[in-house]
């Protein structure tokens, strides 16, 4: 046999005691605590690395801007510079008065709901103002149209040139039916060439009770101009009854001091006014006992 020197006896002694110092086995422990533990140790991991993670997210999102919505306020609105868009009128609207617009109905007698005895006649009256931008000639006229017609006229003609924005007050004269009850005739405004433009109504209830006096009120005014002098107006005031009629005339837009004219009885009196120089619309302004507008004739004086 070979001898062992003492190096090589020393060696392997310090290799046993080293593998029996690091080369003892663990100890024989329970499946089941093995595996908790193990599971534990596994979570606890997952935990770390999770808290890590969001921690890792949080940083980022507020190193970066936020992407949440702002809510307007009152202080952080932009202002907006106004859009230029174009003021045009739409296709197929209108943006002219037209020639023969509807007049506006500046005064009447008898108005709606008014009571008139059976078989009585009376005078209906309307003051129309022209709204249009041709002018009313002789040839323009009223029409009867629907309703009952109360005995007036199926045609009357203006019988005056009346300019844009000037009046006419049309007068039409009725009776009363025999037949109780209220009762309405619609008359159309048609033009030169019978073309409608407007209409005009009067409505009453007919009574068989025949009122002990009548009510006080103008019932019709005629407006005419001589020859010489040619600024002297002339205005024929028609009541239907004794009382003080209270007035004004008008000339354009201006108007005079008021008047009083006495009538002891049913019937008319001529009012005279001294118009100016030119040509100009004239009006008389019943304030007693109608509140109505008359008139509205063009009168020249040179």
């Not at 599971?39 to 940083?59: G, M, P, W």
């Not at 009346?162 to 009046?167: D, F, I, L, R």
């Not at 010489?228 to 239907?240: H, K, Q, S, V």
């Amino acid at each position: 046999m070979h001898k062992i020197s003492r190096l090589t006896l020393t060696l392997l002694v310090l290799g046993l005691l080293l593998t029996a110092c690091g080369g003892k086995s663990a100890p024989t422990q329970d499946p089941q605590a093995a595996a908790a533990t193990q599971n534990a140790q596994v979570e606890a991991q997952v935990s770390t690395r999770v808290a890590q993670a969001l921690a890792n997210v949080e940083a980022t999102q507020r190193a970066q801007p936020t992407s949440n919505p702002v809510i307007p306020t009152p202080g952080n609105i932009p202002t907006v510079a106004p859009l230029n868009l174009p003021t045009a009128a739409m296709p197929g609207v209108p943006t002219s008065v037209p020639c023969n617009a509807t007049p506006t109905l500046l005064g009447e007698n008898y108005p709606d709901g008014t009571d008139i005895y059976v078989n009585t006649p009376f005078k209906k009256s309307w003051t129309l103002r022209n709204e249009g931008t041709c002018s009313w000639n002789a040839n323009y006229k009223i029409k009867f149209m629907s309703g009952d017609p109360m005995s007036g006229p199926t045609v009357q003609s203006f019988g005056a040139t009346v300019a844009p924005g000037n009046s006419l007050t049309i007068t039409l004269p009725l009776v009363a039916p025999s037949g109780t009850g209220t009762v309405k005739g619609i008359w159309g405004l048609y033009d030169d060439k019978d073309v409608w433009f407007g209409q005009v109504w009067v409505e009453i209830d007919v009574v068989t009770v025949k009122p002990t006096s009548k009510a006080f009120a103008v019932t019709n005014i005629k407006f005419y101009q001589e020859t010489t002098p040619t600024c002297t107006i002339y205005a024929d005031i028609t009541t239907n009854a004794a009382g003080t009629v209270k007035f004004q005339w008008i000339e354009d837009s201006t108007t005079k001091d008021m008047r009083s004219q006495v009538f002891s009885t049913a019937g008319t009196i001529t009012s005279t006014y001294q118009m100016t120089s030119g040509t100009h619309p004239i009006y008389i302004y019943v304030d007693v006992p109608n509140h109505v507008t008359f008139g509205g004739i063009g009168f020249t004086c040179s």
